[in-house]
C-alpha cells in the first residue's frame, strides 16, 4: 500500500465529464489499496474568467482581493470532484488551502510555502477516505487568502507529498510525459521515461510548460518522486523525474532543447563601470517581486558599461517605470527594451562530460543566419536569446543537429 | 455618524457595471461621513450555474460539498466589491463567511448563524474602511464551510447589524419598497412607507420574495432598524419596517395581499384519531428538515380522521416516500398529494381591531367561484390554499375588495 498525491491541472478536471473521469481513476487507484490525495486546479478557462471579472470593475485590482476572486476556481473544483467521487461509492472530503491550513507567507499572488499541517489530512486517509485539495493557494498568518501564482497547484502537490512523506507524487497533465522539444514545433519530438531533476528544473524554467519550476524545485529538495503522466490516457509510465543521472553509457549528451517566448530585454546604457552597478540597477528591481532571468554586463570601456537583462514581458512595462525611476540616481545614458526576444537552450547532464556542445549549438545557428543577443550558460544548458521570429527555426535545427530525434 | 450595514441582492451586483454603482453609492455614505458594512450575494445566476455544475457530477450532491462549491459565487463579489472600492479611493477590506467567522451549526445548505466575531470588522470600520461581507455563508466548529440556504444573504446582513447595533440596516434589491401586493399582478399595488414586522413576517414567509423571512425574525428580535430601498433609483426612502404599529387613526385594516406558489398539499387518510397522531406524522418530516407550512386536521369519524398539510414542492417527492415509510406504523389508509396548489393571504395588524376581515374575504372568493381547500388564520393574517390556476384572479379580487389601491 502506498501513499499518492495525484495532481491533476485544469484541463483534466475542465468539464463536469472529464471530473468524473477523474474520479474514476482515483478510484482505481485506491481499489489497490492505495492512499490517495488529490490535488486539483480550477477548470480550464475559469482562473483566466475570473481575473477578466476583475479587470472589469478595477483598474489595477488589489492583490489581496484579487486571490479572494481568484481561489475560487480551485474550490469549485475541489467540491465538484469530491461529490463525484462520492457518487461513485468512494468516501471523500474536500479541503481549501486556509483549510488544510498551507501556511504562506503574505505575497499575495505569488506566495510562498511555509508549513503545511498534515495531520488532518492523515487521520481522513487513516479512515479510509479520498483527500482533495485545492492547489495553487494558502492562507497567510492573518487568515487572508493568498495564491501562489500560475502553475501553483503543482507546487502544493509535491508540497502535500512531501510534507506527507508520499511515496509518490503523480502530475497528471494533457501530455504524456516530458518530450525532448514541444512536438507542436517539431514532429520528431521524442518523450523521455527518465529525466533528472536538474535537468527538468532547466527544462521548466525554460519554458517547457510540462511543470512548475518551483515545484521541481521543491521535489528535488524534498526528494520527492515525481512523476508526469497524461489524465487522458488509460495506460503508460509517463516521465519520471529522478534524482540519480542515468548510467547508461549510451545516454545521449543532451536531453532536451527547451525554449521560451515569454522573455523582454531591457539594456541600461553607459552605467559607470564600478562595483555596485550590479545590485543599484537589479535592487530595485527584485524588490517589485519581479524575476529577473538572464543577466550580461559588458565589458566596459570609458569609464562606463552597458547592462541588459530579460524580465518576462507581463513584467517589462512595470521594469522599465522602475528603472527610469533609478536613472539618475545610477547615472545612466538611456534604458532601451525589446519585447520580442525569445531564449532557446539545449539541457543535458550529459555536457558535463562532453565538451562542444557550445561551439555545436553556435555553429548550428550561425548556419542558419540566427543572431545570438545575449548567452548564458550553466553546468548542464547554454542558453541563447534570438529575435524572436527565428525560435521555431533554432528549435528545429538544434533538435536535429544533437541527434534528439532518435534515443 | 452612523453604522450602516447595506445588503445588496444578485440583480445588484449582477454586472462588474453594476458592482461599480454600487460601490458608487457606497462611498456617497461614507462620504456623508457613515461608517459601512456591505454584505453581497453571488452575482444574479452564479448560484444557479454552480448548482448545476454539481448536478452534472454527482446525481445526490454531498451537502457539505455544495457548500464548498455554492459558497465561491459570493467570495468573488467580495473581491470583486472590495477592488471596484478601492479602484474609487477609500480603503476596503473583504471577508468570507469563516474569515468573520460567522459561526453556524452544521446544517449543511441551510445552516443556522450560532455566533458572529464582530470585533475585527469594528477595528476595520475605525480605521475608516469599507468592510465587505460575503452574505448567506458562515463556517461551523469543525471548519467546514456552511451556507444559509436561499436568501441567507438578508440574514447575513441582519445578523451583522445585530452583532455591530447597527443604526439601520439596509436591504437593496430590484424593487424599491414593499408593495401591498406584486404589481406584476395587479398593476394598481402601491409601496408602503412603512410596515410592521410581524406583517413583513407574513408577507415574506408567504412568498413575498423582497426579504428573507429569517431575515426579518431575526431584525425583529433584536430590534435592527430594517429599510428596504431599491438599488437602481438614487433616491427613494424605501419601506421601513417598524417594531411600532402605525397609530395613525387612517390606517388600513389590511396591508397587504401574499401569495405563494411553490406549495404543494399532502393528505393523509384514514389516520386512527388518537393523541400523538400529527406527531406521528409531521415528526419524521421535520426530522429530515422539510418545513412544513400549513397544518389542517379534520374532525374524525370512525375514529378515524384525515391530516393534510403544505410543503415547498421541491421537498414533495421526499416527503411522500417518508410518509410511505412511516405509513404502516401510522395505520393510515392513503397518502394523497397535490403540486398545484398555491396559498393567498391578506396581511394587516389593523384585523386585530377589525372584525369581518375573513368574512370579506371568503365571501369576495365565492363570488369568483374559487373553493377554498385549506384555511388558516393567525392574529394579523388569514391564509386560504386555492388551485393554482386561480391564484392571479384572486389576489386580484381581493386587493381591490379590501381598497389596497389607495392608501
Redesign the interface.
Given at each position: 500500500m502506498a501513499l499518492i498525491v495525484q495532481k491533476y491541472g485544469g484541463t483534466s478536471v475542465g468539464s463536469?465529464?472529464r471530473?468524473?473521469n477523474v474520479?474514476k481513476r482515483v478510484a482505481k487507484f485506491q481499489a489497490q489499496g492505495h492512499q490517495v490525495v488529490v490535488v486539483v486546479s480550477a477548470m480550464s478557462g475559469e482562473t483566466n474568467r475570473?481575473i477578466a471579472?476583475?479587470k472589469?470593475?478595477?483598474?489595477?485590482?488589489?492583490p489581496?482581493?484579487?486571490?479572494?476572486?481568484v481561489?475560487?476556481g480551485e474550490?469549485?473544483t475541489?467540491?465538484?470532484?469530491?461529490?463525484?467521487l462520492?457518487?461513485i461509492g468512494l468516501r471523500?472530503?474536500?479541503y481549501?488551502g486556509?483549510?488544510v491550513r498551507i501556511l504562506t507567507d503574505s505575497a499575495h499572488t505569488k506566495a510562498r510555502i511555509l508549513n503545511i499541517d498534515e495531520a488532518p489530512i492523515r487521520r481522513d486517509l487513516q479512515e479510509g477516505k479520498v483527500v482533495v485539495v485545492a492547489g495553487f493557494q494558502g492562507v497567510d498568518e492573518k487568515?487572508?487568502?493568498t495564491t501562489l501564482g500560475r502553475g501553483g497547484s503543482d507546487t502544493t502537490g509535491v508540497a502535500l507529498a512531501a510534507a506527507l512523506k508520499a511515496d509518490e507524487c503523480q502530475i497528471y497533465t494533457d501530455v504524456d510525459g516530458v518530450y525532448t522539444t514541444d512536438p507542436r514545433i517539431v514532429p520528431e519530438a521524442r518523450k523521455l521515461d527518465t529525466i533528472t531533476f536538474e535537468e527538468m528544473l532547466e527544462m521548466a524554467s525554460l519554458g517547457s510548460k510540462v511543470l512548475q519550476i518551483r515545484s521541481v524545485e521543491f521535489a528535488g529538495k524534498y526528494k520527492v518522486k515525481l512523476r508526469v503522466l497524461s489524465s487522458f490516457q488509460e495506460e503508460g509510465e509517463g516521465t519520471l523525474i529522478t534524482v540519480e543521472e542515468d548510467t547508461n553509457m549510451e545516454q545521449p549528451v543532451i536531453s532536451g532543447i527547451a525554449f521560451n517566448r515569454d522573455e523582454a530585454k531591457i539594456t541600461v546604457l553607459g552605467v559607470p563601470d564600478k562595483p555596485g552597478i550590479a545590485y543599484q540597477i537589479l535592487g530595485p528591481v527584485a524588490d517589485a517581486n519581479i524575476d529577473v532571468d538572464m543577466i550580461i554586463q559588458n565589458v566596459g570601456h570609458d569609464g562606463t558599461t552597458d547592462f541588459s537583462f530579460t524580465v518576462s514581458r507581463g513584467d517589462l512595462d512595470k521594469t522599465v517605470r522602475i528603472l527610469d525611476g533609478v536613472k539618475a540616481h545610477i547615472g545612466a545614458r538611456a534604458i532601451e527594451s525589446d519585447k520580442a526576444a525569445a531564449k532557446v537552450s539545449v539541457v543535458g547532464v550529459g555536457m558535463r562530460s562532453h565538451p562542444g556542445v557550445a561551439s555545436r549549438m553556435f555553429r548550428t545557428l550561425a548556419e542558419e543566419g540566427i543572431n545570438i543577443q545575449m548567452i548564458s550558460t550553466s553546468e548542464i544548458k547554454i542558453s541563447v536569446v534570438i529575435d524572436e521570429k527565428y525560435l521555431e527555426l533554432a528549435v528545429r535545427v538544434l533538435h536535429k543537429a544533437f541527434g534528439l530525434e532518435t534515443a
Open positions: 463536469p465529464e471530473i468524473k474520479a475570473l471579472l476583475t472589469e470593475v478595477a483598474a489595477s485590482p488589489d489581496r482581493e484579487l486571490d479572494v476572486v481561489s475560487t474550490q469549485v475541489i467540491g465538484l470532484l469530491s461529490m463525484a462520492q457518487d471523500a472530503k474536500s481549501t486556509a483549510q487568515g487572508s487568502i
